[in-house]
């Protein structure tokens, strides 16, 4: 029971309702409930657990409500079938839910999941042969001193638009000071209503998040140096630095980091114009599930202690980039730790000068 005690421990508990078989060693039948923190539903989860766990053919959803069970058809080894219906994550307790003829709740698709954010985060869409062995791997100095002895290691994700993953970026102190100092601040993360001008609590986004604003700690000061060195970008505009804590079953849709153009309101908050770029460290490695999937693009990539991701949300342009859709994939097993550093366009004028070609 002790996984139940620590979901009801959480701020809000995402259900979840599916079927997990066991495909090697000894199985285990175990039986849960879950009582929501609204105290409106029950779910149960149904668990074949074994030493190894891993998953076969299985259904796995998310919801206030438990989601029609409709077998996959054609059930694969070692993977996971995020919703055999609509192939995809489908996000209930929202307005989501659609009204079967025969009166049942059926898991609908969030329409800002992005089409393929199911089939990503199942392992059923993976990035084609030939997009992935253009991609390479090098070590980069940028011309900084420092960097010729100690270069960064840089791993291509995606050719265009430009998605990177370096490795070994964030040190086992620096960590452990992140997860230490944001714990006691940790809230369930919010999303923005454009409607409202407010942030609230939806089910996009299952996870805690907490800020760290204290720009003078030595070790993100020394965070925020190295995003310029792997960047190459000013991060004086930047936002603080934000941790996010995702448990058992937490996830984050897919969306954008941008703020839309037309969201005034929100850039006119900022006064550091649009959100330039994005860098993405990983803090943990993470047992199952909880890739980061970019949903337009087909690329998916696995949390792996001290990597970071970057890439660019707006294009030279100054437009955001529609094709860097991206969310976090269900925790299946285990939790993830990320932190964010979101960076501006002020200062980045003659690091990045723009353009007014439409498609740049
Ligand atoms: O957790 C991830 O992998 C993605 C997080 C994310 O997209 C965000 O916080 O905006």
Not at 10 to 35: S, T, W
Not at 205 to 217: E, H, L, Y
Not at 344 to 354: K, S, V
Request: charged share 30%; glycine share 8%; proline share 4%.
């Amino acid at each position: 029971m002790d996984r139940i005690r620590q979901l009801q421990g959480l701020n809000r508990i995402p259900a979840v309702c599916g079927e997990l078989q066991a495909i090697r060693g000894k199985q285990l039948r175990r039986e849960y409930k879950l009582l929501l923190d609204t105290g409106a539903a029950i779910n149960i989860i149904k668990e074949h657990r074994t030493p190894e766990f891993s998953l076969q053919g299985s259904m796995f959803s998310l919801g206030y409500k438990p989601c029609k069970h409709v077998p996959p058809a054609t059930p694969r080894k070692n993977s996971l079938t995020v919703n055999a219906a609509t192939e995809e994550i489908c996000v209930n307790g929202d307005k989501d839910i659609k009204e079967e003829a025969d009166g049942s709740d059926r898991c609908a698709l969030h329409p800002y999941a992005g089409p393929k954010y199911g089939k990503l985060c199942s392992g059923e869409i993976v990035l084609p042969a030939d997009v992935q062995k253009k991609l390479k791997c090098r070590y980069v100095s940028r011309g900084i001193p420092f960097l010729k002895i100690a270069p960064f290691k840089e791993e291509e994700a995606y050719l265009d638009p430009r998605i990177v993953v370096y490795h070994d970026v964030i040190y086992e102190e620096e960590i452990e000071f992140l997860k230490r100092s944001s714990k006691p601040m940790l809230q369930s993360a919010k999303v923005r209503n454009v409607k409202s001008n407010t942030e609230e609590v939806a089910m996009k986004r299952v996870a805690s998040n907490a800020w760290i604003s204290d720009q003078a700690n030595k070790h993100v000061k020394l965070l925020r140096r190295r995003v310029e060195d792997m960047t190459g970008l000013t991060a004086d505009t930047s936002e603080n630095l934000q941790i996010v804590y995702y448990d058992f079953g937490g996830y984050y849709i897919g969306h954008f980091d941008f703020v839309k153009e037309w969201d005034t309101r929100f850039l006119e908050q900022f006064g550091t114009g649009n959100r330039i770029a994005t860098v993405l460290f990983y803090m943990n490695d993470v047992e199952k599930g909880g890739e980061t999937v970019f949903t337009e693009l087909d690329v998916s990539i696995r949390p792996k202690k001290g990597s970071a991701v970057f890439w660019y949300n707006l294009k030279r342009n100054g437009k955001g980039d529609n094709s860097t859709r991206h969310g976090a994939c269900p925790i299946i097993s285990g939790k993830k730790w990320i932190a964010t550093i979101w960076l501006h366009e002020h200062g980045q004028e003659f690091i990045r000068p723009c353009t007014l070609l439409e498609n740049e």
